[in-house]
């Protein structure tokens, strides 16, 4: 059975590359209620390619919401207006008829838009780079029950690390500020006992860094955990706040100054 | 110090500055405020109040320094944390959907503030100036200092400024004083619902309070 065809209306942001000026650029699309986001943006593509034109950059790859490649900013909203979904899980169905339609790339100095609506988050691996690891010995594997890990923290900790890393938080904020992003992978690490040898060198290095990037500070509008396709709470924010409080306070002589 | 002096430029440093003074100047209110209700009371008790922080004067004045210092290191870090994070995103977004995302409170910190920053101006540059420095009326010089206060709330203008400052006020601190406990990183589920309350009450309670005086002696026309 197929269901009703929808006509919108999409206003896209185009951007030859880094230096060159953007604009809006109208195009009306008739799309199945059924397809995703991206599936219509396929379609518009394969239209566009098929009249010689210029298809739309955007990113995506594991269409199903794990992977944290895709990411557009949807009448406003990082990954649409359905909450704690990545932009490939947004179907169409959620618009109506005759709805016009918005889409921009992440906006954020230190997410420079590469073409269209793609931008370059290599910020993040940076970031990721300079703490967001743990230093073990190669040898053989430990037995797994040898280190004892409460339930709660355990759960605690892959809540934060469930973070896909797709720079939502960062579009969000109306500070561009990093802080979601960066907590959760301070705290999924500084939670579990082989986080432990780490942990304050962790935040102290990540924040340098984070700051040195062009993110900006958070004001805790919450926005953040707002958008995330995940959920990822801001209590996690206020846990790096005191472990990076911490760092600081520690009379060990830091290396990061 | 060099420690001191990362953190205090970090993102998080800079933010904990704001939290820190914020708090002090949150506790400073309900201060101001409690010293204040002596003015419905009438002439002798508001003048009695002032004669009485007159006797312990040095201690007064280290209370303003410190006070002073306060307010300026708030001003100064929210101004340049303002335009930091104006500069973390050059380019806006046709579309703005943050009230979809985050409360009104939490978006205008710097327009609430700015607005008590002018408020505060008028406010020491008419009582504080005349209490302590000059009073062109010869009011102060009498210990009549109620007399200047329901002068200057005789004026409707004096009287809208006040309040509408006093309104922004509210917002201000509705935000910021969850915000604050947030900063410190003081977040956990069985708090954080009755620190978001308490903030919203004291919110209320700060912008009432302090409106309330000049809308009563307008109302009343002037002095009891
Ligand atoms: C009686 C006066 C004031 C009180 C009690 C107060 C309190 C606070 C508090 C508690 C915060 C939150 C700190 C945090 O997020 O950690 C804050 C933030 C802020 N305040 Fe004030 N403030 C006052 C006056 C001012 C003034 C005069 C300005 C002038 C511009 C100002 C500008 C700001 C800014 C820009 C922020 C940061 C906003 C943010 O983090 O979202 N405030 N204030
Ligand atoms: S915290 Fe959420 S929004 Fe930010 S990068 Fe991780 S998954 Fe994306």
């Known amino acids: ?257 | 110090m060099d420690w001191l002096k990362t953190f205090l430029n970090s993102s998080i440093g800079k933010k904990f500055l704001m939290a820190l003074t914020g708090s002090f100047l949150i506790i400073f209110l309900i201060i101001h405020l409690i010293g204040n209700i002596t003015l419905f009371f009438g002439p002798e008790a508001f003048n009695g109040y002032v004669k009485k922080l007159a006797s312990i004067k040095p201690l007064i004045r280290v209370i303003e320094v410190v006070l002073f210092s306060a307010f300026l290191l708030h001003i100064f870090n929210g101004v340049r944390l303002w335009i930091e994070n104006k500069k973390a995103r050059p380019v806006e977004y046709k579309i703005n959907g943050s009230d979809k995302n985050s409360s009104i409170f939490s978006r205008t910190m710097f327009v609430s503030g700015s607005i008590v920053f002018i408020f505060l101006v008028l406010h020491l540059g008419t009582f504080f100036w005349r209490f302590n420095i000059h009073d062109p009326m010869n009011l102060a010089s009498q210990h009549k200092y109620y007399e200047i206060v329901t002068h200057f709330f005789s004026y409707w203008w004096y009287v809208l400024v006040y309040v509408i400052a006093m309104i922004l006020l509210g917002f201000h601190l509705n935000h910021g004083f969850q915000s604050a406990f947030q900063t410190f990183g003081l977040n956990n589920k069985k708090y954080t619902p009755f620190i978001k309350k308490l903030g919203t009450i004291y919110a209320i309670i700060m912008a009432v309070g302090f409106a309330s005086m000049p809308i009563y002696f307008f109302l009343i026309g002037g002095a009891k």
């Open chain 1, 1 to 257: 059975m197929e269901s009703k065809k929808l006509n919108l209306k999409l206003k896209i942001w185009r951007q030859k590359n880094s230096n060159s000026v953007g604009s809006f650029v109208d195009y009306n699309v008739t799309v199945s209620p059924d397809a995703s986001f991206l599936e219509m943006l396929d379609e518009l593509n394969n239209n566009l390619e098929s009249q010689g034109l210029e298809p739309i950059a955007f990113e995506s790859d594991c269409r199903e919401g794990i992977c944290g490649t895709c990411g557009l900013v949807i009448n406003g909203q990082p990954h649409g207006p359905i909450p704690r979904i990545a932009t490939c899980q947004l179907h169409m169905r959620n618009f109506k008829d005759g709805d016009t339609i918005w889409v921009e790339p992440f906006r954020a100095k230190a997410f420079p838009v590469i073409k269209d609506l793609m931008v370059d988050r290599s910020a993040f691996d940076k970031i990721l780079q300079a703490g967001g690891y743990i230093s073990s010995n190669v040898g053989g594997a430990p037995d797994a029950n040898s280190i004892l890990i409460p339930k709660e923290v355990a759960s605690e900790a892959f809540d934060a690390a469930s973070c896909i890393g797709c720079g939502a938080c960062v579009a969000a904020c109306k500070n561009a500020s990093a802080m979601l992003f960066v907590s959760a992978k301070i705290s999924h690490l500084g939670l579990l006992p082989q986080g432990q040898p780490e942990r304050y060198r962790r935040v102290e290095r990540m924040i340098k860094v984070m700051d040195e990037l062009g993110f900006g500070s958070c004001t805790n509008t919450y926005a953040c955990e707002a958008e995330c396709p995940k959920g990822i709470s801001v209590k996690f924010i206020a846990r790096m706040n005191r472990d990076y409080l911490a760092a600081k306070l520690k009379a060990s002589k830091s290396e990061v100054a």
